[in-house]
């Protein structure tokens, strides 16, 4: 794809530019919620690529950093509600890794906007739908990751 | 009243000779009068070499990561009341028996950067005198910490708009040379192979690019979430100067504010990534 990185969202949007969209889903609940998504023949844009992860708390900040690098615009990270989590306790500690991690993007300048955390259970289905085209369209509006792209172009 | 020079080398020569460890780790006199270097006394004649004063800025505690020190039954250590802390967030975390390590503790009114300035660190301090020790030298100094000395560095880069920071940070990881003295100087960067080092895949990329050097100096940062000790050893050792303290600040204001808790006080605390509350803040998750 030809993006320059000083697109604004206007025109990126206008040159049909897509934004690429990664999900680190748990595999117990969001990856299952998003399975019934398809069962139920809903439909979502297909702008989001999905990684299955075995829990939220196998979620690795080098993850996201790794999909940026890849050309990411977006990131969502999702996985079972609080007290649903299969190995008992996975998420509550992943709670604690993105609040750390989300105020050390915050530091580094990183736009918060392009980074989601939700818990979506596996009877969810239609929230992944809503989540997953809401995060879409925010992206869609901010346009392509230019920061981020610059850092890879550069040098 | 011998000075804390004399004391820490009694106290050493007292424990090499009668055994009590295998060598005592300290500072000795620099090649130029305003630096230390780090030494490792082995025998009790030795034990002249050791000094203190303000030029021992150098946190020890990371030498205890070597398999020198590792391999011994017990080593002496000297330290000052910052060095102590990281001490304590590596017996926290099993990576030294607090058993084989005898603490030299020394009072400290303070030590002083390359170029003369005094540190935050120890305008914060409220460890002037270590409590945490085998044998303490030097009188006991009283702590008169500034409590906005480490806000006031932060509050710099919170004045940034989002734009600004990045373009901040950018400008500084830009000079990383990827030298990895942050990660040796720090006493708490313990892994024997660094995320850095692995290849298969490849997490960081090795070169100083743009994009590695950032991956590379959040990573680094994010790996001491609720863990530093903010001895500022990484920025001390840094040979381009990027503000790294600024990080770790602010994930420790994270860490303190949202799961109130403060690394380098008690060895027996659960440090904060390894657990949770069911009530930690839920408010930023959809």
Redesign the interface.
């Given at each position: 794809m030809e993006q320059t990185s000083s697109s604004v969202p206007a025109t990126a949007a206008a040159a049909g530019w897509e934004p690429r969209i990664v999900a680190f889903i748990c595999n117990w609940c969001t990856y299952t919620g998003a399975d019934l998504a398809g069962t139920s023949r809903m439909k979502y844009p297909a702008n989001v690529r999905v990684i299955k992860i075995p829990c939220t708390g196998r979620f690795d900040?080098?993850f996201m950093?790794?999909a940026f690098?890849r050309g990411a615009d977006g990131v969502l990270v999702s996985g079972c509600h609080?007290g649903d989590c299969h190995y008992s306790?996975g998420n509550?500690?992943a709670?604690?890794?993105?609040?750390?991690?989300?105020?050390?993007?915050?530091?580094?300048?990183?736009?918060l906007e392009r980074v989601?955390?939700?818990?979506i259970s596996a009877s969810e289905g239609g929230k992944w739908v809503e989540?997953v085209a809401r995060f879409t369209e925010t992206i869609k509006g901010k346009g392509p990751f230019s920061?981020?792209r610059?850092?890879?172009d550069?040098? | 009243m011998p000075d804390r020079t004399e004391q820490i080398r009694e106290i050493a020569r007292k424990w090499l000779a009668d055994g009590t460890v295998e060598a005592v780790v300290g500072w000795e006199k620099g090649t130029h009068a305003n630096r230390t270097a780090p030494v490792l006394v082995r025998s009790p004649d030795e034990a002249d070499r050791l000094v203190f004063d303000e030029n021992c800025t150098n946190n020890l505690m990371t030498y205890l990561k070597r398999p020198v020190l590792k391999g011994m039954q017990k080593v002496g250590i000297v330290a000052k009341g910052c060095d102590v802390k990281s001490l304590i967030g590596l017996i926290q975390e099993s990576q030294v028996e607090r058993d084989k390590v005898k603490i030299l503790a020394v009072t400290c009114p303070g030590v002083k950067k390359d170029d003369g300035t005094v540190p935050v660190k120890c305008r914060a301090c409220e460890v002037n005198t270590p409590e945490f020790f085998d044998e303490r030298a030097g009188e006991p100094v009283t702590s008169n910490p500034d409590p906005n000395a480490r806000l006031q560095e932060l509050e710099k880069i919170d004045a940034l708009s989002l734009e600004e920071r990045h373009g901040f940070w950018r400008t500084e990881f830009d000079k990383c040379i990827r030298c990895y003295a942050c990660r040796q100087a720090c006493p708490l960067c313990i892994c024997s192979r660094c995320i850095a080092e692995k290849n298969q895949p490849q997490w960081v990329e090795t070169s100083p690019h743009p994009a590695g050097n950032f991956s590379w100096n959040l990573i680094r940062a994010y790996h001491l979430a609720g863990r530093c000790v903010e001895c500022e050893a990484c920025e001390t050792a840094c040979p381009v100067n990027i503000p790294l303290m600024l990080m770790n600040r602010a994930l420790a204001r994270t860490v303190k504010e949202k799961f109130d808790y403060e690394p380098g006080k008690d060895p027996e605390a659960k440090p904060p990534l390894r657990t949770f509350r069911l009530d930690d803040d839920n408010s930023f998750i959809l």
């Open positions: 900040p080098l950093l790794k690098e609080p306790e509550y500690n709670r604690r890794k993105f609040t750390v991690w989300k105020s050390l993007l915050h530091t580094a300048g990183i736009d989601w955390f939700s818990w989540t920061a981020y610059e850092m890879i550069a040098g | -």
